[in-house]
């Protein structure tokens, strides 16, 4: 059975989630932990759960969402899974970080890119990539078909969407990308969002005042 734990990290209280399995194996997506308190949280659950991390993958690469990235390379051996539109943030991270108050090593670069429609598998489960630009260049979003809900980074929230007012972010385009990518998924698919509460596709659709 799939489990999904959600642990806020950094002080924009970035949702880190790691989905897991009766495998053992797992997957983190975006490891936002920064600082020794909240890596030692993170690497202590997988450890109390006795879980193997075999994917870890950034919706996009704001410097929020990126901030244990190192630390879970460093610990578990995984490069980052990132669309390749969103190399820019990690490019200049270093930079990015010092804007926002963090401190941060040069971040660790992926080996291969997620695309539109890629199936992610670990244990016996499968995320579907879905491309939804519109908040940052390279952003996407996760889609388990068989256990309805989808991880929305930045691009959906509870009444609410993604800024746009950040470098490579687009308010039609992230509204295109909603209509097109997320509002076509059943109405009873629940939203895991990069910050705050869940959702699901059919309140939105309802009652988001960003789309209605």
């Known amino acids: 059975m799939l489990q999904i734990k959600i642990i806020p990290f950094n002080p924009f209280q970035v949702n880190c989630y790691v989905l897991y399995d009766q495998t053992g194996e797992c997957i983190i997506i975006d490891a936002s932990c920064y600082g020794q308190q909240e890596q030692a949280i ?6 109390e759960q006795n879980l193997k991390p075999v994917l870890l993958v950034n919706t996009h690469c704001h410097i929020d ?12 051996s995984l490069k ?18 010092q804007t926002f108050g963090f401190e941060i090593d040069k971040p660790v670069m992926p080996e291969e890119f997620l695309t539109e429609g890629q199936i992610l598998r670990f244990g016996n489960q499968e995320l579907q990539v879905l491309e939804t630009p519109g908040h940052a260049a390279g952003s996407v979003c996760l889609y388990h078909q068989k256990e309805k ?11 609410s969407i993604g800024r746009t007012d950040l470098p490579t972010g687009n308010f039609e385009t992230l509204v295109q990308s909603i209509q097109s990518k997320l509002f076509i998924l059943p109405e009873e698919t629940k939203v895991y969002c990069g910050h705050g509460p869940s959702t699901s596709i ?10 209605n």
Do not use: C
Not at 42 to 47: E, P, T
Not at 202 to 211: A, D, I, M, Q, T
């Open 42 to 47: 993170l690497k202590g659950f997988i450890q």
């Open 65 to 76: 969402h990126i901030l244990g990235n190192n630390f879970v390379a460093e610990n578990w």
């Open 80 to 97: 980052p899974l990132i669309h390749k539109d969103g190399m820019e943030f990690l490019t200049n991270a270093v930079e990015y970080g």
């Open 149 to 159: 809900f989808v991880i929305a980074g930045d691009v959906l929230f509870h009444n």
């Open 202 to 211: 059919g309140e939105e659709k309802r009652s988001n005042p960003f789309l």
